[in-house]
């Protein structure tokens, strides 16, 4: 293992990454965190979705195709976090060509929607943020079908009726309930209690399904099958869509709700003109330099590439080349606020090019690196950047603004190179509580990513909710080149703290030396423009004593911040297939031949 000095007293103990025999799951899949090898490779989140995945790899599909499978797969394994009552953004990388394209399936706000869609007009005062969420008025046209069949049709070599099937099987025949699943259960348990469909599918008996039993989703497998057979119109424009609307509008509120719920449950106005009215975006990636490396990641509505690409920008301006371990540490803590102080007030669905080129520039990241001290933290909140400034100018300070937990990631790439980074949500975890009756899949409550009310001053704010706007996200798939060729593809969930993950990632790899399992396991601290920084407690403890004196303060300790899933290619037309060694369970990760 290798680490910079500075950084020898981590342990495999402490980074969480202990060796271990990795458990045998149903069916022979064996679920790991590292896989190295050949022909392919898949990092989920669960060892049941890479499996399918790999499946499709071994039967001659590509990247695309295995990446649609898994994820319908996750669909199941994984409802509270993704699904297709959801949206997400997806990234490809072609072999043949060398490009990076993307798909932008962001759920959209109806048509109806004003800047005071969150707003109680009893009081004139925002909703409080549960809500907002336990509603209809939450929920977005989902944008998770399109991106399937527009991916496959683009890029893949299956049908969205062939890659439907696998999950379809996994739904009906089900797949062992684990601790994580349970607690997401019991976390929304209140919320569950007071729909019928909720509670039928998810508290069995009254209570959270127990750790070990078999979690069937008959209702998601006929859903997925019917899609199958009748495409995708059916759920932009067919029964499901109806269905869809009549949760939104009529939600399915139980006579006799188990347990109690604070707030009354609003009807949303979401219509059948909106689902049909449904389109995807292809907008080009975001690019950046990063020593030596090319780094692609998502445009708007996601903030996260340009928020990666600013505060790897603002590392590289920075940063001396004598800089220690700590001083890496520090410098990246202190260029993740100063790009979410430029995130907040700039970064939303509309935000011009030229102002995401100038973001995500050298010129700008120098102008921001040159307020980092060496040895003093900013105070913070830290003020944005000045657009028509020069030098260390600043303006106004905004305050921070947060989203959503809840996400999941996966990384495929395939035998002949071709790669998908896909970051896909429901956003909170369990979305906003409602299965589509007879459907099997929860609404998203993605609309809570606007801010409910201006946050920016008299500054405008880019991230009020509009007429078919697209919520403001932090998710942030990405993929790196160095030399033009593959080197790394990456990305998490985890809300806001998406970017930040992504950032220490690439820290940890490039910067720290470590490679990508130990940079996986590694601790991590998000610093998002707030007096505290949120860190995992094992990232305090190891560098608290070193940053404190600096400045840094540290909020309470975070379970575990993101769920990353990442491959690295090696020479030879090998693979580092990565996954979380225990956060969120641990993921699974797999090659179609593994190294000898």
């Known amino acids: 293992m290798r680490f910079l000095p500075a950084l020898t007293a981590l342990s495999l103990t402490t980074l969480g990454f202990v060796a271990a025999s990795p458990p045998a799951l149903a069916g022979g899949v064996i679920k790991q965190p590292t896989a190295i090898g050949y022909g392919g490779a898949v990092a989920t989140v669960d060892a049941e979705a890479t499996a399918i995945g790999l499946d499709v790899l071994r039967r001659g599909g590509n990247a695309v195709d295995a990446a649609v499978a898994a994820a319908a797969a996750l669909g199941v394994t994984e409802p509270f976090s993704a699904g297709i009552g ?8 072609d072999a043949r060509t060398g490009r990076v394209s993307t798909i932008d399936g962001r759920e959209t706000a109806p048509a109806t929607a004003t800047e005071k869609y969150f707003i109680d007009p009893v009081d004139g005062l925002p909703y409080d943020f549960n809500e907002a969420r336990v509603s209809g008025l939450s929920a977005g046209t989902p944008g998770t079908v399109a991106t399937w069949e527009a991916a496959l049709r683009r890029w893949g070599t299956r049908s969205l009726s062939a890659s439907l099937q696998p999950a379809a099987r996994l739904a009906d025949r089900g797949f062992t309930v684990d601790a994580t699943f349970r607690q997401q259960v019991a976390d929304n348990a209140a919320a569950f ?28 497998a006929d859903t997925y099958r019917l899609i199958a057979r009748e495409g995708t119109g059916v759920f932009y424009r067919g029964a499901v869509a109806e269905d869809i609307v009549d ?21 949303g106005v979401l219509t059948r003109a909106d689902l049909a009215g449904y389109r995807l975006r292809y907008p080009a990636p975001t690019r950046s330099d990063y020593r030596g490396l090319t780094v692609y990641g998502m445009s708007t509505p996601s903030s996260g590439g340009v928020a990666v690409g600013e505060a790897l920008n603002i590392l590289e301006a920075g940063l001396p080349t004598s800089a220690t371990g700590i001083e890496k540490l520090h410098y990246y803590l202190e260029a993740t606020a ?14 011009s090019p030229s102002v995401l080129k100038k973001l995500i520039s050298d010129r700008w990241a120098a102008q921001r690196a040159c307020l980092i001290d060496r040895t003093k933290a900013l105070v913070k909140p830290v003020a944005p950047g000045d657009l028509n400034g020069s030098g260390c100018t600043r303006a106004a300070v905004g305050r921070p603004v947060e989203e959503g937990q809840s996400t999941t990631n996966l990384t495929v790439a395939d035998r002949w190179g071709n790669i998908v980074e896909y970051t896909f949500t429901i956003e909170a975890t369990g979305g906003n509580t409602m299965v589509v009756p007879g459907r099997g899949f929860l609404l998203n409550n993605e609309l809570t990513d606007f801010n409910f009310a201006p946050t920016q001053g008299t500054a405008p704010d880019p991230n009020l909710p509009g007429p078919g706007k697209r919520p403001r ?15 790394l593809a990456l990305g998490s969930p985890g809300g806001a703290t998406i970017i930040t993950t992504v950032t220490q990632l690439l820290l940890n790899r490039v910067e720290l030396g470590m490679t990508l399992p130990e940079a996986m396991a590694a601790p991590r601290a998000s610093q998002r423009n707030s007096a505290g920084i949120q860190a995992e407690a094992a ?56 190294a000898r």
């Open 473 to 487: 996200s932090s998710m942030s798939p990405t993929i790196v080149l160095k030399d033009g060729r593959p080197f």
């Open 539 to 594: 990232f305090r403890l190891q560098y608290g004593p070193a940053l404190t004196p600096l400045g840094h303060t540290f909020a309470a300790d975070a379970p575990e911040l993101g769920a990353a899933t990442a491959i690295e290619f090696t020479r030879g037309g090998g693979f580092i297939a990565s996954a979380e060694p225990v956060r969120r369970g641990g993921g699974a990760a797999g090659v179609v031949r593994p």
């Open 338 to 351: 100063l790009a979410f102080a430029d995130r907040n007030r700039f970064v939303g669905a509309y935000t």
């Open 247 to 267: 949760a939104v509008q009529h939600p399915p509120v139980a006579a006799d709700p188990w347990g109690t719920w604070a707030y009354p449950i609003r009807p």
């Open 86 to 93: 959801g949206g997400g953004f997806f990234v490809h990388y």
């Open 193 to 220: 209690g007071q729909f019928t469909s909720s509670r039928e599918l998810y508290l069995p008996g009254g209570a959270p399904p127990a750790v070990g039993t078999t979690q069937r989703n008959p209702d998601l």
